[in-house]
């Protein structure tokens, strides 16, 4: 990218600079752990790993806020010096991507049958080709600092060979087996899935009561009486069961009762069992060991058989009898109609109950009897649990890890084997011929044993199995060393050795358990005892303004890259970072990043009124600025270096010659120094060093949402609103005060660019770029961190208070002016009493400061006194300590102005107690629209403020 010019267009336009920004940024190098050359490999490093996004993914706002937390990390940290990476690739997305591939097989009118598995495998990656880095070149639209250079994929060769490492060594260790097990099926994907990847959603169902005829009548028992939710299943019952200390069917069991499963005639035992609730419905329940994992579990303890009646489809198969061919709908309407037609439909109870559906189509899950695999998570899971017990991985909310040790203290085995084509199939090997089998980490095709041809395993791993070894494989692990050599240390592992564990992780909640446990429990396992990351940051979920969950069904979703094109990459990151607490959602609102837009733009024309008032100085005040070390060190300035290295300064800049220590001068670039001639000067650099001790706190406790709240402040109020218009005043006058005070403005802007640098990276490097700051650096991106302890040199608590005053009573007077329609060109009358023990230190600061109230406020005549008296027809505001009145006389009629006030308030109330009582009703709650509901509640707060605002004008005229 060319070097940017002197001045900054009139127009800030996001799209005219994001773009090159970004071209510039990867093509010079910085998104590297090397940062080219600007990193110092002396400092920690810091590593971070992007959840992978799914290959067939677009970016979501649950993506575009949690990349913005990382890159805000990122960023930092490489200001910092430290050897930054952040670890960028895509998941194969396993199932996401077989139905992609097939839906576009349909769209010719062909199956993956039709291709066969090597040609339908060969398709999915020609679809990864052409369409799987969508997402990534979305993030860059972002501005995300990801090492681009470096991306991984979840299928890549060296990815492979770490799968087939740990599954291996799982196996042969004991930790995988294969088993018959109720398994979580989805008919859409025909697939596996495990407990943790099926969401159950609550639905209106209904509950069936079936009468079960007995074969014998038994203690005056004819029939069974049975509820269930789902009568279909009823063809595949292979018992009855009830409690074994409910007395109403104890003769039953005691006598070897059979009843006669309708429909089917078949003839099936009554056994008692403890897992049947005797509360339950009639205290019957009909057992289907295929299609139930409790039933299941019952079968299996009473030696019952297992009788599947579904296709992989969900279509009844001959199993079934009669209604072999029907889908599990068409089904469950034909047994009801021809149990009824019998006499043996009891009765029908609506239910409402949580059912499972596939976390990727939506599809009802049906418990399924099936071989797979599975792995034994016991014995992975008690390290993990420890490792965040002693705090080797913390959570950020705290609050995250009971959800962790709840899932982690109950973990049920993991069913890792998934009926597909696209992934990494399982590498077990079998011989037909004497019965041979073993996992392998290399291919064979003949039996050691016997010399027969061998055949692999059809099925493919979870994706889940690959994305829990990411923090590692990622960064070479296995490489060349062998299965078994690996030692106490990471030291067969350079790159590991070096940056492992990594620093921070940040995800959704909705994973916790399917990705952030198990790279814990899979770190610990390969790397003997490591954990993969130290943070866990834990982001909000990002809602509609409304509060509801976005989705397509729903239509509230918003695209983030139509975002992006409307605001600009900076105002989305700004307006995601300043609403993510750690208490609660995120409710978001696009409208509101037209407040963060014009944040950028505020910065802009800040910006540009530093640089125009740098232009032609008579004096060459833009050398002076650009030679700034020089300059302040000649004055007795402190001169104040990229890393903190300063000179002795005079004492008027608030620093001790011993106060700040220094730094090797000839390992930093130079950069302007700031010198504090005035009160606003001394105001300005104390406001920037508590700036940057507070956002340096947030950071650590990744508090983003309080720091841009307190970048925001300094920004548009204190800079921009205040010290930009103390500025013009102190430019007036001569040499030294102009010279001093646009050194602090270019100071000041740098320092203040860089802390909010990792938020809005676009438009702060763009500016950055323009200063004459004299930092050689050719980037904002690996321009230095300011240090807090070096600028903790410049807190000035006299100058706050000093300027505090000075704006309150400027605020005062701008707010009367506008309440009674004063002209801003009228000047007027101000008195201020001061008060309590800061008194006389108040009225000292305030006379300190006439010249600029007069200037600012329009004053005619200032004064101010501890014993000053209300002048007659007067406004009173009691604001920071001080009773500021401000003479009215002769402008306005206070009779009649009470009269409209009056007016007014009477209004203003009865629009308030209407709209209060509208919200007090439940009716109104419950059945207006979300929006409508949060209108009201806005306009009630906005009456509500109205009055106090009435009341206090009313209250100045007593």
């Known amino acids: 990218m060319p070097e940017a010019p002197d001045v900054l267009p009139t127009t800030y336009e996001p799209s005219d600079i994001e773009a090159p920004l970004f071209a510039f940024w990867l093509e010079a190098g910085y998104f590297s752990r090397e940062a080219a050359g600007f990193a110092d490999f002396a400092k920690a490093p810091h590593t971070i790993v992007i959840p992978p996004p799914n290959v067939t993914g677009v970016l979501h706002m649950g993506h575009a806020l949690n990349n913005t937390l990382q890159d805000i990390l990122t960023r930092r940290a490489r200001m910092q010096g430290r050897p930054t990476r952040w670890i960028v690739g895509t998941d194969h997305a396993g199932i996401a991507t077989q139905n992609k591939v097939e839906q576009k097989l349909a769209s010719e009118g062909l199956t993956r049958f039709d291709l066969g598995r090597e040609a339908f495998v060969a398709a999915c990656w020609d679809w990864r080709k052409t369409y799987g880095s969508t997402i990534i070149e979305q993030l860059k639209g972002m501005g995300c600092s990801c090492d681009y250079a470096q991306e991984h994929f979840t299928m890549d060769l060296d990815y492979a060979k770490a799968i087939r490492r740990v599954f291996v060594d799982w196996y042969r260790e004991g930790l995988i087996y294969r088993g018959l097990r109720i398994i979580n099926w989805c008919p859409r994907c025909t697939t596996a899935l495990a407990d943790d990847e099926v969401e159950h959603v609550e639905e209106t169902g209904h509950l069936w009561h079936l009468r079960y005829p007995l074969v014998e009548p038994v203690g005056g028992f004819e029939y069974l009486v049975v509820a269930t939710t789902r009568p279909e299943t009823m063809l595949g019952d292979t018992g009855v069961a009830v409690n074994p200390d ?460 309080s720091s841009a709240r307190a970048l925001y402040a300094f920004f548009w109020n204190e800079f921009c609103d205040w010290y930009i218009e103390l500025a013009k005043g102190q430019l007036t006058q001569g040499d030294e005060p102009r010279a001093a005070v646009r050194r602090n403005l270019v100071f000041v802007l740098d320092t203040a660019l860089r802390l909010l640098h990792p938020m809005m990276p676009f438009v702060t490097d763009r500016i950055w770029r323009t200063l004459p700051h004299g930092d050689e650096r050719p980037s904002l991106m690996v321009a230095a961190w300011p240090d807090p302890d070096v600028l903790s040199a410049y807190i000035d608590e006299e100058a706050e208070r000093s300027i505090e005053l000075l704006c309150a009573v400027v605020t005062t007077v701008r707010a009367v002016r506008a309440s009674y329609g004063i002209s801003p060109r009228q000047e007027l009358d101000v008195v201020v009493r001061t008060g309590g023990q800061r008194a006389a230190d108040d009225t000292r600061a305030l006379k300190a400061q006439a010249a600029q109230l007069r200037r600012m406020a329009k004053i005619a005549h200032f004064a101010v006194a501890p014993d000053a008296s209300k002048p007659p027809q007067s406004s009173v505001n009691i604001i920071q300590g001080l009773e500021v009145y401000v003479v009215l006389e002769g402008l306005i009629d206070f009779a009649v102005e009470r009269a409209r006030l009056t007016r007014k308030r009477e209004k203003a109330a009865g629009d308030w107690e209407r709209l209060s009582k509208k919200l007090a009703n439940e009716g109104f709650l419950a059945k207006a629209a979300p929006e409508v509901v949060e209108k009201t509640r806005a306009d009630a707060a906005e009456l509500e403020a109205e009055l106090a605002q009435i009341d206090e004008q009313l209250a100045s005229f007593a």
């Open 246 to 705: 409910d007395a109403r069917y104890r003769a039953l069991v005691e006598a070897g009762a059979q009843v006669r499963l309708p429909l089917m005639d078949r003839v099936i035992p009554v056994f008692a069992d403890d897992y049947v609730d005797r509360n339950f419905g009639t205290g019957v329940v009909k057992v289907t060991p295929a299609h139930d994992p409790n039933d299941f579990e019952m079968g299996m303890r009473h030696n019952l058989e297992q009788i599947n009646i579904l296709t992989e489809q969900a279509y009844i198969n001959t199993n079934g009898g009669r209604f072999a061919g029907l889908s599990r709908e068409q089904a469950r309407e034909a047994v009801v109609a021809a149990l009824d037609e019998l006499g043996l439909l009891e009765r029908v109870e609506e239910h409402d109950h949580a059912v499972g559906h596939c976390y990727r189509c939506a599809t009802t899950i049906e418990p399924w009897a099936s071989e797979q695999w599975f792995v034994a998570m016991k014995g992975l899971a008690a390290p993990a649990i420890e490792a965040v017990r002693d705090g080797r991985v913390a959570f950020h909310p705290q609050r995250w890890e009971n959800i962790y040790f709840h899932w982690m203290e109950n973990i049920r085995d993991w069913c890792i084997s998934r009926q597909l084509w696209w992934g990494h199939r399982i590498p077990v090997f079998y011989c037909d011929s004497c019965g041979w089998i073993d996992a392998l980490e290399e291919d064979a095709t003949v039996c050691p044993i016997c010399g027969a041809a061998l055949r692999q395993d059809e099925d493919v791993l979870d994706t889940w199995f690959s994305s829990q070894l990411w923090p590692f494989v990622t960064q070479g692990w296995p490489g060349d060393v062998a299965s078994g050599a690996s030692s106490e240390t990471l030291a067969a592992w350079p790159e590991l050795a070096a940056y492992y564990p990594t620093q921070v992780l940040s995800t959704a909640r909705d994973i916790i358990f399917l990705w952030v446990a198990r790279m814990v429990m899979s770190s610990m396992y390969c790397l003997s005892g490591t954990v993969p990351f130290t943070d866990v940051i834990i982001h909000p979920t990002v809602l509609d303004k409304y509060g509801n969950i976005m989705s397509k069904s729903r239509g509230n979703g918003i695209d983030p890259m139509e975002l992006i094109a409307e605001y600009g990459a900076d105002a989305m990151r700004f307006g995601l970072a300043i609403q993510v607490t750690g208490a609660q959602d995120l409710k978001f609102d696009k409208e509101k990043l037209g407040v963060y837009r014009n944040f950028a733009t505020k910065i802009w024309n800040a910006a540009r009124f530093v640089l125009m008032n740098l232009e032609g100085a008579a004096e060459g005040a833009t050398e002076e600025v650009a030679e700034g070390v020089a300059a302040g060190a000649a004055e007795g300035v402190a001169a104040v270096t990229a890393e903190g290295a300063t000179d002795a300064g005079a004492t008027d800049a608030g620093v001790a010659a011993d106060a700040v220590p220094r730094a090797d001068a000839g390992a930093v670039s130079q950069r302007v120094t700031p010198q504090a001639y005035s009160a606003a000067d001394r105001w300005i650099l104390s406001r920037l060093a508590r700036l940057t001790h507070v956002l340096n706190n947030e950071h650590a406790d990744f508090d983003f949402g």
